[in-house]
Antibody, heavy 122, light 112 residues
Framework: QVQLQESGPGLVKPSGTLSLTCSVS????????WHWIRQPPGRGLEWLGY???????MYNPSLKSRVSISVDTSKNEFSLNLNSVTAADTAVYYC????????????????WGQGTLVNVSS | QSELTQPPSVSGAPGQRVTISCTGS?????????VHWYQQVPGTAPKLLIY???NRPSGVPDRFSGSKSGASASLAITGLQTEDEADYYC????????????FGTGTKVTVL
C-alpha cells in the first residue's frame, strides 16, 4: 500500500523559504512521477511541479523561478523548496504520486498525502 | 496557466441525479488528454474518483460515472447520498508550450 506523508514548518516568514518533505512508503521513489500541489484556504488546487527519475523536473510556469523539487533516494523521500514567499503562498501543501499511461495522454494523481498547512506570516 | 471551468455549485435531493461539467480547451482536454475527477471532503485530501475519463478505482461506488466529449467532460452522480456532499475537481494535462497540469475551478455538491 502506497502512503505519502508531508512534513515541515507550519509557519514561514515573508521573504523566507518554504521547505517541505514528503516521505514515501510502499514503493520505490526511483519510479513514478512525484508531485507537489497546493490549496490556499477556501480555494482550488494548484499544481506546483514534479520530479521523475530522481532528477528530471517540471514546474508550474507561474512559479518556475521560485520553486525547486529534489529527491533523497536513501530516505525514499522528496522535497519542495519555495523561496521569496509572501502571504499568497499560505496554503495546504500536498504531495502526490502520478500514474501515467496511454502514451502520456493519461496522467492522474493516484495517491495523495494528507496535506500540511503552511502559513506565511511575520 | 489555463484552468478548467466548472460550475461553482450543484445541489440535489437524496436519490436524485446531478451532473458536473468541466470545460477545457484545444490545448488540454480538446488535445486528447484524458480527464480525471477527485472528491474532496472538507478538511481532507482529494481522493481519486474517476480516472481516464470514465474509469472508477477499486472501492468507488458505481453511482459515480464520467464521460468526455470534445474539449469537455462531465461527472454524474446518480442516487445522490448525503455522504456525497463534498467538493469535486476535474483535472487534465495541458500540452501547450510550457506544459502543465491543470485543475478545474471546483464544484461544491450540496445534498438538500
Amino acid at each position: 500500500q502506497v502512503q505519502l506523508q508531508e512534513s515541515g514548518p507550519g509557519l514561514v516568514k515573508p521573504s523566507g523559504t518554504l521547505s517541505l518533505t514528503c516521505s514515501v512508503s510502499g514503493v520505490s521513489i526511483s519510479s513514478f512521477y512525484w508531485h507537489w500541489i497546493r490549496q490556499p484556504p477556501g480555494r482550488g488546487l494548484e499544481w506546483l511541479g514534479y520530479i521523475y527519475d530522481n532528477e528530471r523536473t517540471m514546474y508550474n510556469p507561474s512559479l518556475k523561478s521560485r520553486v525547486s523539487i529534489s529527491v533523497d533516494t536513501s530516505k525514499n523521500e522528496f522535497s519542495l523548496n519555495l523561496n521569496s514567499v509572501t502571504a499568497a503562498d499560505t496554503a495546504v501543501y500536498y504531495c502526490a504520486r502520478e500514474r501515467r499511461t496511454g502514451g502520456g495522454f493519461v496522467r492522474y494523481f493516484q495517491n495523495w498525502g494528507q496535506g500540511t498547512l503552511v502559513n506565511v506570516s511575520s | 496557466q489555463s484552468e478548467l471551468t466548472q460550475p461553482p455549485s450543484v445541489s440535489g435531493a437524496p436519490g436524485q441525479r446531478v451532473t458536473i461539467s468541466c470545460t477545457g480547451s484545444d490545448s488540454n482536454i480538446g488535445a486528447g488528454f484524458d480527464v480525471h475527477w477527485y472528491q474532496q471532503v472538507p478538511g481532507t485530501a482529494p481522493k481519486l474518483l474517476i480516472y481516464a475519463n470514465s474509469n472508477r478505482p477499486s472501492g468507488v461506488p458505481d453511482r459515480f460515472s464520467g464521460s468526455k466529449s470534445g474539449a469537455s467532460a462531465s461527472l454524474a452522480i446518480t442516487g445522490l447520498q448525503t455522504e456525497d456532499e463534498a467538493d469535486y475537481y476535474c483535472h487534465s494535462y495541458d500540452g501547450s508550450l510550457s506544459g502543465s497540469y491543470v485543475f478545474g475551478t471546483g464544484t461544491k455538491v450540496t445534498v438538500l
